[in-house]
């Protein structure tokens, strides 16, 4: 019997997203966002489906496979609806403004994020997975259909009015109440309320799921180091240290995946996301510089080790994320077998993994849906090395070079395995963010290669994401660019460049920042109240411009922008800057002041505005070893509200970005340090040392 004629491609075959090409076999006639859409919506008078997820969610496969696969629940979109697949990682103001709705109408939110619109995009029903068939009390999508087509035909006077309650409520609660001036004062009580709910057990905060939420404890460590009697450091270097130890590290590919859906960092959900491992990388390092705790700083490198060998582009940008599935099964690709270790690893190699990784022939990780154990485990820690070392009277260098030899042949025999989806697009927000990471990195551990990495993304980002028009683009996949940027495009990158200028001190990245940071204010500031739109002027109208605020799993634009502001306003002697972030600071201070421990990156420009920050010129010749030997002092201590300056003789241009500079000359021929603070300087000196001892003054 011949083999049936391959299915029809629908509309989004021609799509550039990963998310969108998943969807493209489907038999639900999908559209991809746009007005030829909406203009089938009007003409023939039917609601808009429009289903958001992204891909590597496993949520969305579990609901693509149910209902969007199935030809009977397809024709019953088809025939019902206009049908709209959006990948949120490419329009995320999409993915904003109607999640937002989703959280008003249900209380919750996540993805698959489905949104019913009318053909004027203003939405009356929001739900996140809907089941194929009705089950627990909700509705499956062979209920839904028929009952929203029911509605839409026979009651639209009651559309009508939700839309327009929907919408007023929206644009209600994008507004801000201005307050005063958040100061230290919130720092602590965002300290006191993470002490209540930091687990004691394992570490992190809270119960499950466990999220890394890494600049939570970037903020932490900000206020440890000031506040030496607090439990402040203690509870990041253990969740630090926990979090490596667990299941959410990847013990075999490096990396770390999404979160934990457990209390004890065991078992996560396995996708890996670019930004993740930005972010945490930034606070291991942060964490290496402040404590020089050895397994801090290899955490950091390890992040750096996978994400050069697994998600960077020829060209140097960075892919967006790995897939938890393979084989229509979570997880699959990361789990093992006790026999397994044994076939592959020599005997006493395969005892040593099995024992430290906590490997058992029953197996620590449960089927999904019927909750046995199966056999597979997750690799996961329980000792420190030291005490793994010790226990087999074992210098700890000495077991990791014998782990690091298991960890290669284990990974060499998972490479046959069937691989997730790797997300190849290259988003310009997410790039900023490794920008950054790689760039400090670089700089504590002396790493040429990662500065050469991070320049090198930068470099892709420059020919790629931005035309001669400097009209910046948020996202590129093999060759193909597209979406005006975003708030976020804006300000993680412009962050990623003030790394790179304290990295390489390389005048050019602190121009492209400036100029960058301008033109996200023409287009993106809100001149009447302060701070920035999601969306720029000229951007898509959807139902209203947001302002986004809130450090989820990732810090929002404004928290990055604020800190921006204040780093360049002192870079380059630029009052202005600093004054919009007053005015950024008292928009936001009554949401922040409502809880602040979902402000976490917010609050450390607070910290930086409120807690003596501190300026430090170095006037010296670059490649001089008197010079150099002044920037290692710097970049080798945790100075998070400290920027730094280097003036050469040869360097005409950072006198005509920071005008300021010109009071400032070498002293005796040699590098000369010029250390400020609460607008005063105090004497220069020649002194490496003498730069440490005035940084730590009291």
């Not at 199935?70 to 995320?92: G, L, S, T």
């Not at 109408?105 to 809907?130: C, Q």
């Not at 005409?652 to 000369?672: C, Q, V, Y």
Request: net charge negative; proline share 4%.
């Amino acid at each position: 019997m011949p083999d049936p004629s391959p299915r029809k491609q629908n509309r989004l075959a021609e799509e550039s997203s990963p998310y969108l090409l998943q969807h493209a076999d489907n038999p639900v006639d999908w559209y991809p966002w746009g007005e030829q859409a909406f203009k089938k919506a009007k003409q023939e008078d039917k609601p808009v489906f429009v289903s958001i997820g992204y891909a590597t969610c496993h949520w969305c496969h579990v609901m693509a496979h149910e209902s969007f696969e199935d030809e009977e629940v397809a024709a019953m979109m088809n025939e019902a609806f206009v049908n709209i697949k959006v990948d949120r990682e490419e329009r995320p103001d999409i993915d904003n403004t109607y999640m937002l709705v989703c959280q008003m109408l249900t209380g919750s939110g996540g993805w698959p994020l489905n949104v019913l619109l009318t053909p004027d995009k203003k939405p009356f029903y929001a739900a996140t997975y809907i089941p194929k068939s009705g089950r627990h009390g909700r509705p499956g999508m062979r209920e839904l259909i028929p009952w929203i087509s029911d509605l839409w035909k026979n009651e639209r006077e009651k559309v009508t009015k939700s839309t327009n309650e929907i919408v007023n409520a929206f644009q209600k609660s994008t507004g801000f109440s201005q307050g005063n001036l958040l100061n230290g004062n919130i720092l602590k009580k965002a300290y006191q309320q993470f002490e209540q709910q930091f687990d004691e057990a394992h570490a992190g905060f809270g119960r499950a799921p466990k999220f890394p939420s890494a600049h939570n404890l970037m903020l932490l460590m900000r206020y440890g180091v000031k506040n030496k009697h607090s439990k402040a450091l203690s509870m990041v270097e253990k969740t630090l240290t926990r979090m490596r130890m667990g299941g959410i590290f990847d013990h075999v590919g490096l990396g770390f995946h999404r979160y934990s859906t457990d209390r004890k960092w065991l078992v996560p959900h396995f996708e890996k996301m670019l930004y993740d491992q930005a972010i945490l990388m930034l606070a291991y390092t942060e964490a290496w510089q402040q404590s020089r705790n050895k397994l801090f700083r290899q955490t950091a490198e390890e992040i750096a080790a996978y994400v050069l060998n697994k998600m960077q582009d020829d060209h140097g940008g960075f892919y967006s994320a790995e897939d938890a599935d393979s084989e229509n099964e979570e997880g699959k690709f990361y789990v093992w077998t006790v026999s397994e270790i044994r076939d592959i690893l020599p005997t006493a190699d395969a005892e040593l993994a099995i024992e430290i990784y906590n490997l058992s022939k029953r197996g620590n990780y449960a089927d999904e849906s019927s909750g046995q154990r199966t056999g597979k485990n997750i690799p996961y820690l329980t000792k420190t090395f030291e005490k793994l070392a010790q226990d087999r009277d074992m210098k700890r260098e000495e077991l990791i070079e014998r782990i690091e030899n298991i960890r290669q042949k284990l990974t060499a025999a998972r490479d046959h395995r069937v691989h997730p989806l790797l997300d190849d697009k290259i988003l310009t927000d997410w790039n900023g963010l490794m920008i950054a990471a790689l760039a400090r990195a670089g700089s504590a551990f002396g790493n040429e290669q990662y500065i050469n990495q991070s320049e090198r993304c930068w470099e892709f980002i420059a020919s790629k994401l931005l035309p001669e028009d400097d009209n910046l683009k948020h996202r590129y996949r093999k060759g193909d660019v597209a979406i005006d940027a975003h708030a976020d495009d804006y300000a993680f990158l412009i962050w990623g460049l003030i790394e790179l200028y304290e990295a390489t001190f390389k005048t050019d990245y602190l121009e492209q920042a400036i100029n960058l940071n301008q033109k996200f204010i023409e287009e993106f500031w809100d001149d009447r109240e302060g701070g920035f739109f999601f969306t720029s002027a000229i951007g898509e109208k959807l139902l209203g411009r947001k302002k986004e605020i809130y450090d989820g799993a990732l810090p929002s634009s404004n928290s990055v922008a604020m800190l921006n502001l204040l780093r360049l306003g002192r870079l380059t002697g630029n009052t202005s800057w600093e004054e919009k972030t007053d005015k950024m600071n008292q928009l936001f201070a009554e949401s922040i002041r409502k809880a602040p421990t979902g402000f976490g990156f917010a609050l450390q420009s607070v910290d930086f505005a409120s807690e003596n920050s501190r300026e430090i010129i170095i006037v010296g010749k670059r490649d001089k070893p008197d010079t150099q030997n002044m920037l290692d002092v710097l970049r080798n201590e945790f100075l998070p509200n400290t920027i730094v300056l280097l003036k050469t003789p040869d360097d005409k241009k950072i006198n005509e970005l920071a005008t300021f500079l010109s009071d400032f000359d070498m002293k005796n021929g040699r590098a000369t340090a010029y250390v400020c603070q609460n607008y005063s300087c105090e004497f220069p000196t020649n002194d490496p040392e003498k730069v440490k001892e005035l940084i730590y003054k009291g």
